[in-house]
Structure formats: structure tokens, C-alpha cells
T-cell receptor, first 111, second 113 residues
Framework: DQQVKQNSPSLSVQEGRISILNCDYT??????FLWYKKYPAEGPTFLIS?????DKNEDGRFTVFLNKSAKHLSLHIVPSQPGDSAVYFC??????????FGTGTRLTVIP | EAQVTQNPRYLITVTGKKLTVTCSQN?????MSWYRQDPGLGLRQIYY???????DKGDVPEGYKVSRKEKRNFPLILESPSPNQTSLYFC????????????FGPGTRLTVL
């Protein structure tokens, strides 16, 4: 059973606009969340993370929001750039020493 | 340069022929892990290791073995590969599996005929 879900397999956004990628989780024991970005033929690379004690974390153009009551997190990219086109995975960790990944969202930023 | 290397990058084999995918990291990380990526299923963890001689099952360990005899190496072994193990495999390492960023290798695309 998928404990971390990304319900949108793909998203297209115009260059310069905001990209919003969503992620839902089912297990309330998760207390740390991460976003990874993956280009074709490469391994995923870390993008940004957030602890459950926060509801927002910002790093340059990337902001992650966490809504614990809704078990929902989102990644905002502003402004979106063509180089942001990639597959984005959210991941969650909690009580165990392993990481649970979502199914990924393919973002296409149109020039 | 800090990196995780995997070999081979591509492999086509036949059902039942034992194979090993190697993974090595040069960052002195204690934690290492193997994932497989399949369409519509995302990344699923196969096995992980907290340190030398310590390994644990992830979400999908069936049909796989691992060993951690040295800190830097974490090979993935398929004793008798089957077609449902055709997938893209990633090795990763980190200092802390929960809060530290995991560094991923470039991936190994395995096809089992």
C-alpha cells in the first residue's frame, strides 16, 4: 500500500510562472519530508526538505509547505525555468530507518 | 568528488542466471540502500544497511540479497533473476537515513528475459 502518494503524474507550466507539486501521505508517524529531482539517465538528487516541526521551508526559488493535519505537502517553484523540467519525487521518513517515496510527478516547463 | 558509483549501468540477462550489481560510495557514509524504480510505482526500497554487517529488508526484498562487508560497498545480488525483476535500480548512501540527503548512483537498467 502506497504510504506516500503523488496523484498528478504530470504537470506543464509556462516559464516564469509558479509550479506547484503536491504530495499526500497516510502515516502520521512520518516526521521528516524531502523532495528529490530526477533527470533522465541520472539518479535522483536532493532538492529541499522539511521537518514536521515546521510548516514552511524556503531555499531560493523552492519552497516546501507542510500541512500536518491534512497530511499534505507541496513544493512551489517560483519562477519556473526550463531547466526545472524533470521528475519530482517526494519522500517521507519516520520511525524506521528507511525512506518512503511517492510515484513521482513529471514537470515540464514550457519556454 | 563525492559520488556513488554503480556497475554495470546496463545489463540484459536471462531468467535464472545469477548476477551482482555493485555499488560503491566514497563519502564514508554509514547508511546505504537499494531502490528499484518502476513506472507508476515510483522508487521502492529493496534493502538497506545501517553499517558494516548490518542489513535490513525494505519494502520489496523478495528475490534479492545484499551484503555489507566493507563500509564503502553494498552489492545487490539476484540469485535467480526473473522477468518481474526487470527494472531500473538505484543505490544510495547517506549519513543519516531519516534526515540527511541521500546521494544516489546513476542507476542500473536491468532486463531479465
Amino acid at each position: 500500500d502506497q504510504q506516500v502518494k503523488q496523484n498528478s503524474p504530470s504537470l506543464s507550466v509556462q516559464e516564469g510562472r509558479i509550479s506547484i507539486l503536491n504530495c499526500d501521505y497516510t502515516n502520521s508517524m512520518f516526521d521528516y519530508f524531502l523532495w528529490y529531482k530526477k533527470y533522465p539517465a541520472e539518479g535522483p538528487t536532493f532538492l529541499i526538505s522539511i521537518s514536521s516541526i515546521k510548516d514552511k521551508n524556503e531555499d531560493g526559488r523552492f519552497t516546501v509547505f507542510l500541512n500536518k493535519s491534512a497530511k499534505h505537502l507541496s513544493l512551489h517553484i517560483v519562477p519556473s525555468q526550463p531547466g526545472d523540467s524533470a521528475v519530482y519525487f517526494c519522500a517521507a521518513s519516520g520511525w524506521a530507518n528507511n525512506l518512503f517515496f511517492g510515484t513521482g510527478t513529471r514537470l515540464t516547463v514550457i519556454p | 568528488e563525492a559520488q556513488v558509483t554503480q556497475n554495470p549501468r546496463y545489463l540484459i540477462t536471462v531468467t535464472g542466471k545469477k548476477l551482482t550489481v555493485t555499488c560503491s560510495q566514497n563519502m564514508n557514509h554509514e547508511y546505504m540502500s537499494w531502490y528499484r524504480q518502476d513506472p507508476g510505482l515510483g522508487l521502492r526500497q529493496i534493502y538497506y544497511s545501517m553499517n558494516v554487517e548490518v542489513t535490513d529488508k525494505g519494502d520489496v526484498p523478495e528475490g534479492y540479497k545484499v551484503s555489507r562487508k566493507e563500509k564503502r560497498n553494498f552489492p545487490l545480488i539476484l540469485e535467480s533473476p526473473s522477468p518481474n525483476q526487470t527494472s531500473l535500480y538505484f543505490c544510495a548512501s547517506s549519513l543519516d537515513p531519516r534526515t540527511d540527503t541521500q546521494y544516489f548512483g546513476p542507476g542500473t537498467r536491468l532486463t531479465v528475459l
